[in-house]
């Protein structure tokens, strides 16, 4: 049985940094898609960011256009990945989900990935 558990969420201020971690286990995803997608409260659910691995490291990284250089995604392994958030600002708040599996053909397709976590909470006060 495939699962994912992501940690590091919590209550920050404005201004400070977060570091997301997920790890999956029940498979390897060695050659598939890691990443994270993200549901503010009374939103939909968004993409926020995903990355394969190849060669030992992070590769392809693929970021939501809203992303303006304060989330930085990696792969700390084959079966994990990690969100780093900086400069925190409160309309980062929301629950934030790990996915896992083969990447979807198109951007329209991102919701489609074979296997998400529970999420971890994010709240950022100002």
């Known amino acids: 049985q495939v699962q994912l558990v992501e940690s590091g969420g919590g209550s920050v201020q404005a201004g400070g940094s977060l570091r997301l971690s997920c790890a999956a286990s029940?498979?390897?995803?060695?050659?598939?898609?890691m990443g994270w997608f993200r549901q503010a409260p009374g939103k939909e659910l968004v993409f926020v960011a995903t990355t394969t691995w190849r060669g030992g490291s992070t590769y392809s990284a693929d970021y939501a256009m809203f992303i303006k250089g304060r989330f930085t995604i990696g792969r700390d392994g084959p079966n994990a990945v990690v969100l780093q958030i900086n400069n925190l600002k409160p309309e980062v708040t929301a629950v934030y989900y790990c996915?896992?599996?083969?990447?979807?053909?198109?951007?329209?397709?991102?919701?489609?990935?074979?296997?998400w976590g529970q999420g971890t909470q994010v709240t950022v006060s100002s």
């Open positions: 029940g498979r390897t995803f060695s050659r598939d898609d």
């Open positions: 996915v896992a599996g083969p990447r979807p053909p198109t951007a329209a397709t991102r919701l489609t990935y074979d296997y």
